[in-house]
């Protein structure tokens, strides 16, 4: 491990403790990242300190409170590198982000254009889109994936025409670990006109991440996968699209002005942000990403290779297992395999996993479609974040050998 990573563990407190009398192994960290202390304690200052609603209040409490959110903000936007601290909007989440964009983009629709996904999205990419193709008569389509993981780019090309009119797709697939070409994607939309929405949850824990540029429309993550708190997400938008996009919601605090005849809306990017926020959730974003900094993307992605490699070599070892996406150019932060026995279920070896104190993820990963590609129900799917160690590629290691032995 390198050296600015060497403590890392200790750092998040939920990491040393027992789980079925073993050493806690956690590789669910693409389902949600573990939070440092850094991260918990500013809740509680929050709470104990400054908690009151922002934007609203005169006194001093509500000052201090909304200063701190628009610092996090800005925080949020450095991160991102997005040029202007207001096309940051604060959400629920990824799926909220994702929905507020099918939403509010249909004045920016009409009957007949179309939408391209992939076959590797997870279902928060894929059933708001359907809404929206309902909603106004649209056609959706599906870049397929090859038997690698990987986007076909020629069918991807052949799908794009002056209909499209948005492409929506995942930086980084939370099912297999498969890195997209977005860089491509987004330039190859542009050439005909289309808006791109870039999928970034499972990216920007992993990889350091600039909006400008990738030229991306939209890019959208949930703090709780990049060491933050659940219940916050993130939408960059660039300001001149999210500007003739209608709200998503309405109610407190995106109106500047409320008549029974006629409501006009607040600036960006207060717009979109109806309602009271999750105030401590978005002011402590900061603090994650401020964790992140501390460490450094270069140390990130190095030590995550690291294990990454480490994993391959010794989960391929193993007989009788099937990894997917094994030979994908590009695979970052997760692995998702099966055991080739009959009758056995990805749950069955999470189930013996778990008595080992080993946390993974089985099943469909919320993303039946390419679940399906591949004629699978599930998978088993060991995920990495900045404490994944050695030690925990061995243990799952380990406790696959000793579920083989039970399921035989
Ligand atoms: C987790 C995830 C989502 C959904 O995120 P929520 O935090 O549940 O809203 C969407 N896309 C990908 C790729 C994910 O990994």
Redesign the pocket.
């Known amino acids: 491990m390198t050296e600015d990573l060497k403590d890392i563990k200790n750092h998040f407190p939920i990491l040393n403790q027992f789980v079925n009398d073993r050493p806690l192994v956690y590789l669910d960290n693409?389902?949600?990242t573990q939070k440092p202390i850094s991260v918990i304690q500013a809740e509680e200052k929050y709470y104990k300190t400054i908690n009151s609603n922002v934007h609203r209040g005169i006194h001093t409490l509500s000052q201090l409170a909304t200063v701190e959110m628009e610092e996090s903000r800005k925080c949020v936007q450095q991160f991102l590198n997005a040029k202007k601290n207001y096309e940051i909007i604060f959400t629920?989440?990824?799926?909220?982000?994702?929905n507020l964009v099918a939403s509010g983009i249909e004045p920016l629709i009409k009957e007949g254009d179309e939408i391209i996904i992939s076959n590797l999205?997870?279902?928060?990419?894929i059933v708001p889109w359907q809404f929206l193709a309902e909603r106004k008569n649209l056609k959706l389509n599906v870049i397929p994936v090859d038997d690698n993981g990987e986007l076909i780019m020629d069918e991807y090309d052949r799908l794009l025409s002056n209909k499209t009119k948005i492409v929506a797709v995942?930086?980084?697939?939370?099912?297999l670990g498969v890195v997209n070409p977005i860089e491509d994607i987004i330039i190859k939309a542009h050439k005909v006109g289309a808006y791109v929405l870039i999928?970034?949850?499972?990216a920007v824990s992993h990889r350091k991440v600039d909006v400008q540029a990738l030229n991306a429309d939209f890019y959208?993550?949930?703090a709780?996968?990049l060491y933050g708190p659940?219940g916050v997400?993130v939408l960059y938008g660039k300001e001149e699209i999210l500007e003739s996009m209608k709200p998503y919601q309405g109610g407190g605090e995106m109106i500047k002005e409320v008549t029974f005849e006629k409501t006009t809306y607040a600036d960006l990017p207060f717009k979109f942000e109806a309602g009271t926020p999750n105030i401590a959730g978005n002011i402590v974003l900061k603090n994650a990403i401020d964790f992140v900094h501390t460490i450094g993307f270069k140390s990130i992605v190095r030590h995550e290779d690291d294990i990454m490699k480490y994993a391959k070599e010794n989960l391929s070892q193993i007989d009788n297992i099937i990894i997917y996406a094994q030979n994908a150019q590009h695979t970052s932060g997760a692995i998702s395999f099966n055991l080739n026995f009959e009758n056995i279920h990805s749950s069955d070896v999470g189930f013996i996993l778990d008595k080992q104190g080993i946390a993974v993820r089985t099943g469909h990963?919320?993303?039946q479609p390419i679940m399906k590609r591949f004629g699978i129900k599930g998978t088993i799917r060991a995920s990495f974040a900045i404490y994944t160690t050695k030690e925990d590629i061995d243990q799952l290691v380990k406790g696959i050998y000793l579920a083989q032995k039970m399921l035989k």
């Open positions: 693409a389902a949600t629920k989440g990824t799926t909220d982000s994702i999205e997870h279902h928060s990419n995942n930086h980084i697939s939370n099912a999928d970034g949850a499972q959208v993550f949930s709780h996968k659940t997400g990963h919320c993303a």
